[in-house]
């Protein structure tokens, strides 16, 4: 890859008249990421060449980061998706820095996931930290105060000596940065897969929470109105930073291009918040846009597009930390804790005012103009004069080809349900304790203990939790609960499934807790689009995903798409994420994870098939990856969500629950004895094989008392839900049929795992 830091900067001032002057001018367009057809466009769009400036913006602007070049066509179709839901409506969807969905009693919420990837392989701490940083600015641009961070992570096998490097930075950026923002961490998820080595994914979601008329929007209205600029001064950090690492594959030599990571400063952004929130409150903020990818370039192009006229800005008025800086550099750089805020003359010393005590520097740059034209200005030279639409949203489309690969059939057809299998219960229980110490089924603490789940005082369910979920309001108990979820190895058999499947999960885990699944963001992390079976891959998720949305009546609100996650040749499994984020009335009538109490009758909600193919039990004994993934029933699911919302937080019969996925009952089963140390007694139905293992879907493991049993059973009958009744809840042995395993003897093997490789 080339190094983007260095090509963009000229021996003297680029200004737009002497880029008619000279027009056949050689211009590093190509080391900036550019096609030769793009840059062809850009001249048309022009009618001339670009100055340096204007070329550094288009760089970083149809970057496939920025642009969704090769993605936005199948993108499309999520608009086909209702918007309404049975309980809020959209207040803000795809286009916005994020989407808000309203959550009943004048509250709204607004959520996004988005992708860090490449800079966090780069310079783990630094690139993991200023994604937190990142998605949180976003949340805060919808006028929203952020309340909640999560983080789905993947990274290369344990054992590999570049995940020992890459995780312990990752996680200490991720919770580094959101502990001094006061923000508890409340789920998420970490997978190990060979795939993922040398290009670890991160992503990071935020949730914030708004009143209705508390909305703001990005967007430049107003002429004569001025542009602020405020928060940290601009430095040279961060060049072309995630708009151009994340827009091509690593080569396998290793990370490099460290200077285009972002450094953060989360006391910075934390000040930001506040004073933020304070400006809202004032009523001085007419529109506003985070400074994140592509930096000045996106914030003033994105801003004059989305409005009504034209922007000029004095780029010179920029605060600076490094004085050398050139203009090209000063419109890519992507230094972070910066917002850029359009403001009504008569507000503006107000505005200023209210920086000023919260010690965040403040600076008009520039106004809202007549006309359609975003110019910059250097010194008096105009070194920018573009449409700015034509930077900021009518970048080039790319119809890909794609074609499903001939190793697919193959693939499909090498079945796991064929592989050799344990039998007898000493086979059983030590094919269950070897689950439960593998990588992506073990305690996950070694990573959560470093983050605080609990500041602010408003979690009410966090990690190990199925999903997490935060108050609202503390009057009434509003809150909201939120899950992350993917299987790659499900998307890698077969993606439209796969993309369903992370939904029905995540769909699931919400339900679990007693939540009703409202909407989801989504961070697709693909391969390379120019490989035709990766483009595939992507489209049949997103085909998925849409048809999945439309079924279950939820919108998506927008999202991330995170491409080149691949290391030479390899790679990563396509990793569809999906978020789904859902509201209780009252967490204090939510329902815990595991078991709660002895004396419990421990029953199996859902219908179990033998399923095994893309199984952890196929994955952890006989690293196999083939067959077909579980078969995906999102009528069950909808059913199921809606019984445990009843049965839950509706009418008080569930003592506990637990979803079932990833390594079947018997992670269930013990995650839920685990919880609080009460074993149980079961017997299973069928191949007890299958019964442990298999991952069929639309399935949660459930405690109710006896005497509420009956009750429970006749609203499973009115649902349409399945039950097997398995047993009871007591001791401090998890029995299962012909075997037993001491509750202590699974927390040994479940928490030794990530210790004993990591330190």
């Avoid at 970490?190 to 708004?210: H, I, K, S």
């Avoid at 090498?414 to 439960?436: K, N, W």
């Avoid at 299987?487 to 369903?500: E, I, K, S, T």
């Amino acid at each position: 890859m080339p190094e983007p830091a260095a090509s963009p900067v000229l021996s003297s001032l680029d200004t737009v008249s002497r880029a008619g002057a000279d027009p056949d001018r050689d211009q590093p367009w190509a080391e900036l990421g550019l096609k030769p057809d793009e840059y062809a466009r850009i001249r048309e769009i022009l009618g001339r060449r670009p100055t340096s400036s204007e070329l550094a913006m288009y760089s970083v602007m149809w970057s496939e980061h920025c642009s969704y070049k090769s993605s936005k066509v199948h993108l499309k179709q999520f608009s086909e998706i209702p918007q309404e839901t049975r309980r809020g409506k959209m207040l803000a969807g795809i286009g916005e820095n994020a989407g808000v969905i309203d959550i009943g009693q004048g509250y709204a919420v607004t959520f996004k996931v988005e992708s860090h990837n490449h800079p966090s392989y780069v310079e783990p701490y630094q690139g993991a930290a200023t994604g937190v940083g990142g998605i949180v600015r976003d949340i805060l641009a919808m006028g929203a105060r952020p309340v909640a961070v999560m983080d789905p992570l993947r990274f290369g096998p344990l054992d590999a000596p570049d995940t020992h490097r890459v995780l312990p930075g990752i996680v200490a950026g991720v919770g580094g940065y959101g502990n001094c923002l006061g923000l508890p961490n409340i789920g998420g998820e970490a997978v190990f897969d060979a795939t993922y080595l040398g290009n670890p994914l991160v992503n990071a979601l935020c949730v914030g929470v708004l009143r209705h008329e508390d909305l703001h929007l990005a967007k430049a209205s107003g002429a004569g109105n001025l542009v602020v600029l405020y928060g940290a001064r601009t430095g040279g950090d961060g060049i072309g930073g995630v708009s151009v690492l994340a827009s091509e594959t690593f080569s396998d030599g290793g990370p490099t291009k460290r200077p285009s990571v972002q450094v953060g400063d989360p006391f910075q952004e934390k000040l930001l918040i506040e004073c933020t929130l304070e400006l809202f409150a004032a009523g001085v903020v007419a529109g506003i846009q985070d400074l994140g990818g592509a930096g000045l370039s996106c914030a003033t192009s994105e801003l004059a597009s989305a409005g009504d006229g034209g922007m000029h800005v004095d780029l010179e008025r920029v605060p600076l930390r490094d004085s050398s800086l050139a203009p090209e550099e000063i419109l890519m750089s992507e230094s972070q804790e910066r917002m850029m805020a359009v403001v009504e003359p008569a507000d503006v010393e107000r505005f200023l005012a209210i920086c000023e005590r919260w010690d965040v520097e403040a600076t008009v740059i520039g106004e809202v103009t007549e006309g359609e034209r975003l110019q910059i200005d250097w010194h008096g030279e105009r070194v920018v004069d573009v449409p700015p639409r034509s930077v900021a949203h009518d970048g080039p489309t790319y119809q890909r080809p794609f074609a499903r690969p001939d190793e697919q059939d193959a693939l499909q057809a090498d079945r796991a349900e064929d592989l050799p299998r344990p039998s007898g219960g000493e086979e059983l229980r030590g094919t269950l304790l070897r689950l439960l110490a593998s990588p992506n089924l073990c305690d996950k603490s070694w990573i959560t203990d470093q983050y605080d789940r609990y500041v602010r005082g408003n979690t009410v369910l966090a990690q190990p939790s199925d999903a997490g979920m935060v108050r609202v309001d503390e009057e009434t108990g509003l809150g909201v609960a939120v899950s992350t979820d993917c299987n790659g190895r499900f998307a890698r058999l077969d993606p439209y499934a796969g993309a369903q499947l992370a939904l029905a999960e995540s769909h699931r885990n919400v339900a679990a807790g007693g939540a009703v699944p409202l909407a989801i963001s989504d961070c697709l992390n693909f391969g390379s689009p120019e490989d035709p079976a990766v483009m595939w891959q992507f489209a049949e998720a997103c085909r998925g995903l849409k048809d999945a949305c439309v079924e279950l009546g939820i919108p998506v609100t927008g999202g991330n798409v995170s491409l080149y996650n691949q290391t030479g040749e390899t790679a990563i499994l396509p990793t569809p994420v999906v978020a789904v984020l859902g509201v209780i009335d009252d967490v204090t009538r939510r329902t815990p994870t595991g078991f709660t109490a002895a004396g419990h009758r421990v029953l199996l909600l859902g219908e179990t098939r033998e399923e095994l193919s893309g199984s952890e039990w196929a994955h952890v004994v006989h690293g196999h990856l083939g067959g077909l993934p579980p078969r995906v029933d999102l009528g069950a699911e909808a059913a199921l969500a809606a019984l445990l919302a009843e049965a839950g937080p509706g009418r008080g019969l569930l003592g506990g629950a637990h979803d079932l996925s990833d390594g079947g009952l018997a992670q269930a089963l013990a995650e839920s004895s685990l919880a609080r140390g009460i074993g149980c007694t079961v017997e299973l139905p069928g191949d007890p094989f299958v019964a442990l293992f298999a991952e069929s879907t639309a399935r949660c493991l459930v405690t109710v008392a006896p005497e509420q049993e009956a009750e429970l059973l006749a609203l499973a009958g009115e649902h349409g839900v399945p039950v097997t009744a398995l047993g009871s809840t007591g001791g401090d042995v998890l029995e299962v049929g012909t075997f037993a395993v001491p509750v202590e003897e699974l927390r040994t093997a479940w928490t030794a795992t990530l210790p004993a490789a990591l330190g």
